[in-house]
């Protein structure tokens, strides 16, 4: 079936909203990105209002992000704070994204960023845990 519309595809850097993110190092045992840490982000609104956290990691080979959670708080849900931070991760790092283990509720919101324009981020085919290994292994991280 062709779909002839998407809400998504009227999505521009102006609709979204404004973000400011806040990075640590996410501690604890060896992450996959090894010898690059893991990042935790705290995301927050025009306001510095803490909306939501992510953790990501960038490929030692600097070819993809690699997003493992993105949890944006239930009364901020639904009004664009995570496409936002995907965008924020795509214009400051200039690399594709790379979704890890995508949980069923989550399908919807990896199609609609999948459906942003190119200068607004890329996603890439979703990595599952399975994978992982293989990927490491293979060389490709």
């Known amino acids: 079936m062709k779909i002839l519309f998407s809400p998504w595809s009227r999505i521009t850097s102006r609709s979204l909203p404004v ?15 090894e010898p690059n840490p893991d990042f935790r982000a705290n995301i927050l ?4 209002q803490e909306v939501g956290t992510a953790i990501f ?3 030692p080979l600097d070819d993809t992000i690699y997003v493992y959670q993105i949890d944006v708080y239930p009364q901020h849900r639904r009004h664009g ?5 995907l965008s924020w991760l ?15 509720n989550a399908l919807g919101f990896w199609s609609a960023a999948r ?9 890439s085919k979703e990595l599952r845990l399975s994978e992982m290994a293989a990927e490491k292994t293979a060389g490709r991280i």
Do not use: C
């Open 45 to 48: 609104n025009g306001s510095m």
């Open 57 to 59: 990691g960038k490929s």
């Open 115 to 123: 459906a942003l324009p190119d200068q607004m981020l890329i996603v």
């Open 90 to 104: 795509y214009s400051e790092h200039h690399l594709p994204v790379t979704p890890v283990h995508i949980v069923g």
């Open 81 to 85: 704070y995570a496409l936002a931070f």
């Open 19 to 33: 973000v400011d993110v806040r990075l640590s190092i996410q501690e604890g045992p060896q992450t996959f990105v």
